[in-house]
Structures are given as C-alpha cells and as structure tokens.
C-alpha cells in the first residue's frame, strides 16, 4: 500500500504555468499596473508616459510605498500597525524638534528619530505581544495617541503654532541632506540632456533633473524587503508566525522576538518617510499622513497580503503602491474629476481581497 | 533487554487542587513502539505534556539515557533527542512542505550579508526525507495545505527524525484519519521504529495499537494499569481496561462486540 503511493500518483495532474503563476501573491497587483497603464494610455494626455511624467506619479507611489513595505511585512507577520499615518507627524515633530529647537545635525537627529519612531512601535508590539489583544484595536488607539501627541508637541515646540517651519534653513549644507531630499544623479541627467537623450527646457536644464530619492529609497527597501522574506531563516520566520504563531512557537520560531522586530521596522519605515517629506517640504506639520495607514494597507492588499497574515510579497506591495500614483496623478491627466480617486480606492481594495481570497484557496487546495 | 532511552519513574501532576496523574511509570526502549492507551481525560495529553517539556512533574523523576533530567522547556526536550509531534502538527498550511520542514531550524549558506536561507538544499532534503517515508512529492515547494491529513503527519514525522529525534511521541496521530491513510501513519511508524528510534504512540484506538505495539500501557484517571508485552494481552482486555471494565463490557454486550 505504501510502495504503492511511493511511486508516482496517477491522480495528480502535472501542474500549467499558468496555474503556477496564478498561485504568486503579487500576480494580482501586476495584473491591476497592466490594466491601469492600458486605461490611461487610452484616456490620458501622451504627457502622462513621458520620463517627467513617470517621475511625477512615482514619487508619490514611492513614498507611500515606504510605508507599504513595512505595512506588509508586518501583515505577513499576522499583526496590523493602524498608528502607521499618526507616527509619520508624530516622527516629523521628533525630526524637525530636533533640527530646529535643539539644532542637532542630521546625522544626529535622523538616528534620535528612528529611535524615537522604534520605540513607539515596540510600545506597540510589547502591548500586543503581552496581552494578546489584537493588535488592530491596539494600534487604533496609538493612531489618536501619537496624532495627538503631535499636536500637542508642535505647539510646544512652536510656541502654539501646529505647524514647524526653518526646516530647509538647518539643513543647509548639511551633507546627509541630499540622501533624503531633492532628486539623485542630477550630473548624469545633465549629460542624458546634453547628448539629447531626455526632454530640455528651452535654455537646456532637462526637464527631469534627478530621481527623486524617494524612488530609490523605495526601490531599495521593496529590494532588501523581498531579500529578506524570501532568502532568510527571518523571513521564513516572518511567514510562519503569520500563518500560524502557536506551530511556529512549537517549532521553534522566536514568535514574540519577530513581531517586536516587525512592529520596530514598520514603524522605523514612517520614520524615514518624515524625514523624508520634512526635508522636502522644510517644514512640518500635525496632518502630516493623515490616513496613510489605509493606503498603506490597501496597498500591501492589493499586492496580495492576506489579512490573517502568513502570505503576500514585498514586491506586490510595490506594484500595489504604484498603482496608487498612477492613478491618483493619472487623473489629472485625464478629464475625469479627481474626485473618483477614492472611489477607484475602494473598488480597487474590494477586488484584491475577493482575488486574494482565490488565490489563497488555490494554494491550500482548499474547494 | 536494552537498556530504555527515556524513563518516567512515579510521575505526579498537580493542578491546583486537581490530581492529572497520581504516579505514572513509564519507559521506552530503543526501536520499540510503546503504545499508550487511554480514554479521554486519563491524562494521556498531560503525562506526554510533562514528558516533553511543557508541564513540570510535581513529584517523580525523568531519567534519559541512564542520567536524571529536568526539562525546563519543549526546548530542552527536543535538545534531549524528545521530539513530539501535536495533533495540530506545528505545520502552517500557506507555506511550502521544505520550509515547514524547516522551521526554525532553517539551512544557510554564504557569508556576512550574503548569508542566506538554502532553498536548493532544503527542497532536496526535504524531497528526499519524504521519498524515505514512502511518500512522493510533486516539488518541495507545494503548500502542506494540498496534503493529506496523513501526509501531514508524515512531514512531521520525518522532520523529528532527521532533526536527530531518539524518542518520538506521537499524540494521537491516527484518531483523524481515513482508513488508507492511517495504514500509511502506522507504515511509517513501523519504518521509524526500524531507524532504532523509541516511539512512542498515544491512541484511544486499541486496534491501531495492536498494529504495531510492541508494548502497552494503560492510562486510566490518572494511573497505570500496568504494561502489557505483545502477545500478552488481548484487544479486549486492553479496551476493558481503558474504559474501567465493568460498565464498557455490558456497553459491547449491548452493541454486538462492534467497539
């Protein structure tokens, strides 16, 4: 009887490629960049897939997509961080407290704000990890706390202002600054423009100077991300804590040391997205990610995280956040109101988690 | 008679005011499959508990390989060479068979930042586990969810025993499985036996034990009925002694011998 089953089973089919794709999690959030590179090819101003027009919707998608990243893994790893859009004001506040009220350099006050960020998620992940709670109804409540705090420390630091200005002004010739503001390789920009490989102005500047740093920053956590969750023992971690935290426990898995790892580094990723922003704007303020936990969210969805964790992929949460930019920059492209963002928003969401939900079926070979 | 791997000596377990076991001896020889049998709340679950780690004896000792132990964690059982295998199996339906193979305990190759998890070598090894057992994948990185409840099983038994299990519990592993498939966990139990691993099978099922016991031990309220030899001792006396005789044989009168 067993020999019999030793030897190849008739019963199973050898399996098509198409089955097998459709069984990666970030088919959905590729699938959906196709369609909507098509939609706006038909509808949008030829200005839209020009290289400033790529630029101009990346640099959203990339900055969403920072906390996206984190956001998914975190998802992977079972839990939600709902406090995401609150720590990017509430990191900003640290940020610029630190440049403008204490005149640290940035090499100092991007380390404290990490830190500080780093300790709030832990907060986070100890109340969690200790009391069992969801961490969704957790991390709500850290959503009003950290706003809150934000508000309430910027006018401190202002002197009852609830926004900080004299940001560009500290950082002025700092040498971190260019790591996290203005555009990257202007030089090699200069050159494509001179060997009339890009789009000029009249008087010769290119029209596109640099990549946004955002996008690299982007590109390179979706890179280290993916690198982690699909070639190392933490990331297979990652998924077995998801997917189940008592197996991964019995296994062996230090559960409670992942999630904390998890909570810091998503909230580490809001850090860098306020440093970021606050750089480039040279200023913040307490509105700063005002309901970018969702999007985030939305977005790890889209690409195909399962929101009882234990599945998705760093690189559909990439797809998945620059879908977000293409439409929400697209729009103004087209002659449609701007306004069908939001509903796009939704439906978007709704189908992802009806696909997901598919594909996760097809995975288990549940029926 | 080879001297036993694991001994339990007058294992006591207190839970409050709630005596689990009152003095449960048991041991298990290199290669022999040691059944334990009882009914539901005889305490099979907390003595195995206590015998890998989880719970501490309130009284009694732990003796392994001739030197007495206390296990502070599952941990230090598994460290020990006691490695059991749940009913939910520690296994997580959405990842594949290689890397619930190796949770945990995942291979490495490469050096500083390019250290990384070894697919190739987890996926052959894991194909190669499953072949030994009887069992052909189609690729290691199939999700254990499209397996069977026996192939589950045999995953996680093959896993205890490459991670260099001497002891293996198994905690009821047949009580949710179709016919061919239970033929298949109790085949694979006989393989591991074979392997000169100690197995010991925790069942309410007298019929499996009989399979491939070679000793049995009946757990009931919390004490030892005594351990039987194969071969001297019928299925009925076993499933009398399990249910506490009396009522169990008028039951089996009423239903025709069928239980």
């Known amino acids: 009887m067993t020999d019999q089953t030793a030897q190849s089973d008739e019963r199973i089919k050898s399996v098509p490629l198409m089955t097998r794709l459709m069984t990666r999690p970030e088919l959905g959030a590729i699938a959906g960049v196709i369609l909507v590179t098509i939609f706006f090819l038909f509808t949008a101003d030829s200005a839209m897939f020009t290289l400033a027009g790529v630029m101009n919707f990346m640099a959203p998608a990339a900055q969403l997509g920072i906390l996206a990243i984190g956001a998914a893994l975190l998802m992977i790893g079972g839990e939600f961080d709902l406090s995401l ?73 202002t002197g009852g202002s609830t926004q900080m200005r004299g940001i560009r002004e500290a950082v002025e010739n700092d040498f971190l600054a260019p790591f996290f503001s203005g555009e990257a390789f202007p030089a090699l920009f200069t050159k494509l423009a001179d060997w009339g490989m890009i789009a000029t102005f009249k008087n010769g500047t290119p029209k596109v100077q640099g990549v946004p740093v955002e996008i690299l920053w982007f590109v390179a956590l979706t890179v280290a991300a993916t690198w982690i969750l699909l070639r190392t023992p933490f990331g297979n971690w990652i998924f077995a804590v998801g997917g189940d935290s008592n197996a991964a426990s019995n296994s062996g898995v230090p559960v409670r040391r992942v999630k904390m790892s998890l909570f810091i580094l998503t909230a580490c990723c809001a850090a860098l997205l306020a440093i970021i922003q606050v750089l480039d704007a040279g200023s913040t303020d307490a509105r700063r990610g005002f309901q970018k936990e969702f999007e985030a969210i939305i977005a790890a969805v889209i690409g195909g995280c399962l929101l009882t964790g234990g599945y998705g992929s760093a690189i559909g949460a990439f797809f998945g956040s620059i879908i977000f930019g293409m439409v929400l920059i697209g729009l103004t492209y087209t002659g449609i109101d701007q306004d069908w963002y939001l509903v796009f928003l939704g439906g978007m969401l709704l189908l992802a988690v009806l696909f997901n939900n598919m594909i996760r079926k097809r995975v288990t070979g549940e029926r | 008679m080879t001297q036993p791997i694991v001994e339990m000596k007058e294992i006591q377990k207190h839970f409050g005011n709630v005596i689990a076991l009152a003095g449960v001896s048991f041991d298990v ?80 190759k490469g050096k500083g930042l390019f250290k990384r998890y070894d697919a190739e070598q987890a996926g052959r090894v894991t194909m190669e586990e499953m072949r030994k057992m009887g069992i052909n994948l189609r690729e290691a990185d199939q999700a254990v969810g499209t397996l069977s409840g026996g192939e589950r099983q045999t995953v996680a038994i093959a896993r205890a025993v490459y991670f260099g299990a001497k002891v293996l519990i198994l905690d009821e592993p047949t009580s949710a499985l179709g ?81």
């Open chain 2, 179 to 259: 016919v061919r498939q239970t033929a298949n966990v109790l085949a694979t139990i006989d393989r591991v036996r074979k392997q000169g691993i100690g197995v010991v099978f925790i069942t309410h099922n007298v019929r499996h034990a009989m399979a491939v016991g070679d000793r049995f031990t009946v757990l009931n309220r919390g004490q030892t009925l005594g351990t039987a030899e194969r071969g001297h001792v019928s299925p009925e006396e076993l499933q009398d002694m399990m249910a506490g005789g009396q009522e169990m044989a008028q039951l089996e009168g009423s239903l025709g011998g069928t239980v």
């Open chain 2, 29 to 108: 020889r290199p290669g022999e499959c040691h059944c334990l049998l009882g009914d539901n709340g005889a305490g099979k679950s907390t003595f195995i508990k206590t015998m890998s780690g989880v719970h501490q004896p309130t009284k009694g000792t732990m003796v392994v390989d001739g030197e007495d132990v206390t296990f502070a964690s599952p941990r230090d059982a598994m460290n020990a060479g006691i490695a059991t295998v749940y009913q939910d199996l520690a296994m997580i339906p959405l990842m594949s068979v290689a890397r619930n193979f190796f949770m945990g305990r995942e291979p490495v």
């Open chain 1, 85 to 157: 859009g609150s720590m990017v004001a509430f990191a900003g506040l640290i940020f610029g407290a630190c440049l403008t009220v204490f005149g640290l350099p940035l090499i100092l006050a991007i380390p404290v704000t990490l830190i500080f960020a780093g300790m709030m998620g832990s907060v986070n992940g100890q109340i969690v990890i200790r009391t069992g709670l969801p961490s969704f109804i957790v991390t709500l409540a850290f959503l009003f706390i950290l706003r809150g705090l934000s508000l309430v420390g910027l006018k401190w630091a």
